[in-house]
């Protein structure tokens, strides 16, 4: 599957939005959003180098944290048929208009958002198409959450032969395998 520079930042900005969430394990943990507030959201913005956005207000931030629940939906779909339904939401209701673009020294790519969008229509369409793509190329699978028990977080499986089971194999994924492998020790010292 082609995945077009994009594509993959709108992807990476879907992943972490939903990782935002208080509602997922491992923020429920800490009790933390990471969408506090309008600083937070800044901070969003600009680490993700989202274009277009303007001034942003508290109904900016309350648009954002609804579609960042719906987001959650998709990566929590059994199937492909709910995730299409969410997604297509999400996209009719940003009012989808799809144009070329090439700034700030991007090559030509699309924006799924209308010039002058809110940032959160902005992220439901481009963030919307990113992972309509998937569901389109049978590829809905690779939308996932970290199989460690504490952590739950979404990620996008890009490994070539969709094995990957946690969001990041240096924390979760070693700290499963040790404690997997000290129980064995203990097990065989019985």
Not at 83 to 88: E, F
Not at 112 to 128: K, Q, R
Not at 159 to 164: A, D, F, H, V, W
Request: proline fraction near 3%.
């Amino acid at each position: 599957m082609l995945i077009t520079h994009d594509t993959r930042c709108a992807l990476d900005a879907v992943v972490d939005l939903v990782n935002t969430a208080p509602d997922t394990e491992a923020a429920a943990n800490t009790g933390t959003d990471g969408l506090a507030d309008l600083a937070a959201l800044d901070e969003f913005v600009r680490s993700h180098d989202i274009s277009d956005v303007g001034v942003l207000s508290e109904h900016d931030l309350a648009g954002v944290r609804h579609i960042r629940s719906r987001f959650h939906e998709v990566f929590a779909a059994p199937e492909p048929q709910a995730a299409a339904a969410v997604i297509n939401e999400l996209i009719a209701a940003a009012g989808t208009t799809p144009r070329l673009t090439d700034h700030d020294g991007y090559d030509w790519h699309v924006h799924y958002f209308a010039p002058g969008a809110s940032i959160a229509d902005h992220l439901a369409a481009d963030c919307g198409m990113a992972l309509a793509f998937f569901v389109v190329a049978g590829e809905q699978e690779r939308l996932r959450r970290c199989e460690a028990p504490d952590c739950r977080h979404a990620f996008v499986d890009l490994s070539r032969n969709r094995s990957r089971r946690y969001c990041d194999s240096r924390t979760c994924g070693n700290r499963l395998h040790v404690a997997a492998y000290r129980a064995r020790r203990k097990e065989a010292a019985g």
